[in-house]
């Protein structure tokens, strides 16, 4: 079911792109989980938008949780920013792969839709993940 999240800070991440869309996303993940181990307050982040040729681009993140991390070779800054998201739970993600394109193409369609942000999938366990797509600041 679709509701409206609030993101009230931002939230500072460490991200690095997947060069094989969507072939490399496990492998991607699976290097960013060594180099960012899961503690308890750790989340991992897929984040997404269109280029000007209209080709995905996707990137694996992880927020930051030591200063030391910015260190890391091999990763970039990214900042999900504040504010309203449209957002959507999906259990169970791993076995409901297509449902994750279809909920964003949903949100995409949305009147309200920041065409100019990207979409969020927040990995919050292995079993539930949070798609996301932010709203136009007039929506808010």
Known sequence: MMETTSITQS???RCAQVTTFPQGI???FDKLMEDFPLVDSRNYY???WMDEHSDIVYKVASNIIDP?????PGYEEYIIPSG????????????????????FG????????DNTAACVEWYVDDDKMICMAR??????
Do not use: V
């Open 11 to 13: 939230i500072q991440l």
């Open 26 to 28: 496990k492998e991607a």
């Open 46 to 48: 897929g984040i997404s």
């Open 68 to 72: 030391s991390e910015m260190n890391i």
């Open 84 to 103: 309203k998201y449209l957002s959507e739970t999906i259990d169970e993600w791993m076995q409901q792969l297509p449902k994750i394109s279809e909920t």
């Open 106 to 113: 949903k949100m995409m369609s949305m009147p309200g839709f």
């Open 135 to 140: 709203l136009k600041e007039e929506e808010m």
